[in-house]
């Protein structure tokens, strides 16, 4: 956690609280790292090309069906997801320290665990903190899904989007 500008972690089982340091501290599979200093693309973690943040409101349409007139009404926040785009290399590597197999493990556990049912990982985006989430038990983000596109054959490279959605309380995480 030095050198870096970005991070997602997943909060373990038992964890006295969600933050990074913790998540980092009780195991290296623990947290992903993008975009180190050195700039190169391992087998620890990715850089990152692309942050997309979608923050919406649930805003329904009361059709009017005998007149031009439509009714909306604004029902508050519907959600929050971000989906970063990253590189990784050294795909070629099965050790569970590789970011491609530290996401195919957090996708198969669950979104929630004992103390963090809302969701349990975390994110830190340094060049973006106001869209920054740790973790509590009453709000969380949820890895809702990851695609893998490896670049070329022989290229040991892989371009990753990872989609996340918080769960529980928007107000309070934004």
């Known amino acids: 956690m030095a050198g870096e500008n970005a991070a997602i972690w997943i909060v373990a089982s038992g964890a006295g609280d969600g933050l990074e340091a913790t ?12 975009n180190e200093i050195s700039k190169v ?13 979608d923050f919406r409101k649930a805003i329904p349409e009361n059709e009017a069906v005998s007149t031009d007139n ?5 029902m508050g926040i519907d959600g929050f997801d971000v ?4 590189i990784t290399g050294n795909t070629d590597n099965d050790a569970t320290s590789n970011a491609v197999n530290k996401l195919s493990l957090w996708l198969q556990n669950s979104n929630g665990v004992a103390g963090y049912s809302k969701g349990r990982f ?3 985006l340094d060049n973006a903190p106001q869209w920054n989430v740790v ?12 695609n893998f596109k490896y ?4 290229k ?7 989609q996340l959605s918080l769960g529980g309380d928007i107000q309070t995480a934004i």
């Open 83 to 86: 989906t970063i785009t990253a």
């Open 151 to 154: 670049i070329g054959e022989k």
């Open 156 to 162: 040991d490279q892989c371009l990753v989007v990872i």
């Open 41 to 53: 693309v391992g087998s620890g973690g990715a850089n990152i090309s692309d942050i997309d943040v």
């Open 70 to 74: 439509n009714e909306i009404q604004d």
């Open 135 to 146: 973790p509590t038990s009453t709000l969380g983000m949820h890895i809702r899904n990851v």
């Open 23 to 34: 998540a980092s501290a009780a195991s290296v599979d623990n947290v992903l790292l993008f």
């Open 122 to 124: 975390g994110l830190r």
